[in-house]
């Protein structure tokens, strides 16, 4: 069974440029959720897409936007980027009624 | 709203000891709770969970932790820490009711430390 797969694991962009991280859940799951994890904090929730809609959405600007595929595979973009966002980024796939979420590894985003 | 306090951002023990990391959580309902760890550069696996079953929980790797209501408290413990348990820990919480679709409320981590 293959897990949550991300990419890229590691990138650098400039303020003001545009970014967009991918994710691939884990087979059978067909809930996404992102979250931020700035350095020595825990992650926050950016929002959750379940059958390709947004499901729910955290404390995040418009900027911060997403996708969900048909095979559950999920997007973040994020547009005008601030060096506040240089951190790492979590994609999470669950199925509905586990209770449980399943982490990728992260993609680490370092905005210069 | 939900929020999560982890007492402790830094805690050291000595291999062998007992482990111990604090939660308390703020919650109008009794909700899920969940521990996750994080190793370095690495994303989160999650250690045990609590869904309004038994109150003691025992998760992976030995560690359990038991969910108190009246203290609002779902502390961790591991009768014996191992080298291998050095690594970040969080506590996290979510409303009740359609797991896996729900937003997880993170606490801000503690890291533990196992001294030889």
């Known amino acids: 069974e293959t897990g949550v797969t991300q990419s890229p694991t590691h990138l650098i962009k400039t303020r003001g440029q545009q970014v967009t991280l991918r994710c691939s859940s884990q087979?059978?799951?067909?809930?996404v959720s992102w979250y931020q994890q700035a350095l020595g904090q825990g992650p926050q929730f950016i929002f959750q897409y379940y059958r390709e809609e947004e499901n729910g959405r955290g404390n995040f600007p418009p900027r911060f936007s997403g996708l969900q595929f048909p095979n559950y595979s999920s997007e973040l973009n994020v547009n005008a980027l601030e060096l506040d966002d240089s951190a790492l980024y979590l994609c999470?796939?669950?199925?509905?009624?586990?209770?449980?979420?399943?982490f990728g590894e992260g993609s680490r985003l370092t905005v210069l | 709203a939900q929020s999560v306090t982890q007492l402790g951002s830094h805690v050291s023990v000595s291999e062998g000891a007992l482990v111990l990391l604090r939660c308390n959580y703020s919650?109008?309902?009794?909700?899920?709770l969940f521990w996750y760890v994080q190793y370095p550069n690495q994303g989160l696996q999650l250690l045990l969970k609590y869904t309004s079953a038994a109150t003691l929980v025992k998760g992976i790797n030995g560690f359990e932790a038991e969910f108190k209501k009246s203290e609002t408290s779902f502390h961790l413990t591991k009768p014996s820490a191992h080298m291998s348990d050095a690594a970040e820990y969080f506590c996290?919480?979510?409303?009740?009711?359609?797991?896996?679709?729900?937003?997880?409320?993170f606490g801000s981590g503690t890291r533990l430390q196992v001294q030889p």
């Open positions: 996290a919480v979510s409303p009740p009711g359609q797991a896996g679709r729900r937003a997880l409320t």
């Open positions: 999470a796939s669950s199925k509905q009624g586990s209770g449980e979420l399943f």
């Open positions: 087979s059978g799951h067909n809930t």
């Open positions: 919650s109008s309902v009794p909700p899920y």
